[in-house]
């Protein structure tokens, strides 16, 4: 929502306010006096007592003192202090609903109270206090209405994009506890409105919050590679690699499709020959899973990409029964005799 948006659902437009100075063309003078001794200052501005204020002279004694906080604002924000700020706009919104309620001839509490609010906020905003206060107090004992507001306030101001909601959820506050302090005295007929308001500029504050916080970006999709490297009978070196043309495509489909490589598993095999279960085949395993990693660093794979662990002849993939002679056999275990390669990549960006 734009700022001229906003301003219109206020109880009291930011320029009405400002023009409150203007009331009588002779108080101009008095007027600047007033403010400057109140911005240097960090004293409450009072009103005249509710039973006074029935002479012009009263009326406008106090329409000053409303003029002289509305400067003190200004000048804040003329300090680089922005309008959306949460703290600023909750200055604002209290003294935009003290006025509202004096306009209203409200003869309770609540119209010092909420001008005290203002004029509390501003001064430590003046003698830049840190922390600033992020509570709301219930003016004039105002009744808590709607919990689940003041719920979505908390949360909102814990979002990673409160930034954007600042200046909402502030005059929703405000506004809240506006609507608590006529349902005290009126009840939920002119609680009405306000809550209202509330409603309304929390749903636009958890627009703007979520608005506020880019998308995380969707995390690339894993490709997986899978190759077979096979051994020779009781062997393990790299002379004894039956072929490396399987892994070797994996590793080229990988950089052809500028695929940035994250993991590889390899997993080393023997055949049953030597007996199965033999510690010896377990040795076997490991050595062939070595002389890939080997070979793969020669391919300038970093070495902490691996992964390796060894089955000895406990996963057969061929179990060759009855085959003869020795030599045929020894071919027909060649599978068994392996390492698999399991390489996880993921797209580069």
């Not at 992020?134 to 990673?160: S, Y």
């Not at 004894?240 to 590793?251: E, K, M, W």
Request: with cysteine; glycine share 4%; net charge negative.
């Amino acid at each position: 929502m734009t700022d001229e948006g906003f301003t219109m659902r206020c109880i009291l437009p930011i320029a009405l306010l400002a023009a409150l100075s203007a009331t009588s063309a002779t108080s101009a003078t008095s007027a600047t006096s007033a403010t400057s001794a109140t911005s240097a200052s960090a004293e409450a501005t009072r009103l005249n007592a509710e039973g006074d204020r029935i002479t012009d002279d009263a009326v406008h004694a106090d329409h000053e003192g409303y003029a002289a906080v509305q400067e003190r604002i200004h000048a804040l924000n003329e300090g680089g202090r922005p309008v959306r700020d949460y703290h600023l706009s909750k200055a604002q919104c209290w003294l935009d609903v003290s006025f509202h309620e004096y306009t209203r001839n409200d003869r309770s509490a609540f119209t010092q109270g909420a001008l005290d609010e203002s004029v509390k906020l501003v001064a430590a905003m003046e003698g830049k206090v840190e922390p600033l206060p992020m509570d709301t107090p219930l003016v004039n004992d105002a009744a808590r209405l709607r919990p689940d507001l003041w719920e979505k306030f908390a949360g909102l101001k814990q979002h990673a994009g409160f930034r954007c909601a600042q200046q909402l959820v502030a005059c929703a506050e405000v506004e809240l506890v506006h609507a608590g302090n006529e349902y005290n005295q009126q009840q939920w007929r002119h609680a009405r409105p306000y809550v209202q308001i509330a409603e309304e500029n929390t749903a636009e504050a958890q627009r703007a919050a979520e608005a506020c916080v880019p998308p995380t970006p969707a995390l690339p999709t894993p490709v997986t590679l899978s190759a077979d490297v096979a051994f020779e009978f009781d062997r393990h070196t790299q002379s004894d690699v039956r072929s490396f043309d399987a892994l070797t495509a994996a590793l080229d489909r990988a950089r052809q499709e500028k695929l940035s490589i994250t993991a590889i598993e390899l997993i080393g095999h023997a055949d049953r020959l030597a007996g199965r279960g033999a510690e010896y085949n377990r040795w076997l395993s490991e050595r062939r899973a070595a002389t890939i990693a080997a070979w793969l660093g020669t391919q300038g794979i970093d070495a902490s990409l691996l992964r390796s662990s060894y089955r000895g002849d406990s996963e057969q993939v061929k179990a060759c029964e009855g085959v003869t002679p020795p030599s045929a056999l020894h071919e027909c275990l060649l599978p068994n005799r392996r390492v698999e390669v399991r390489i996880t990549a993921v797209p580069q960006h």
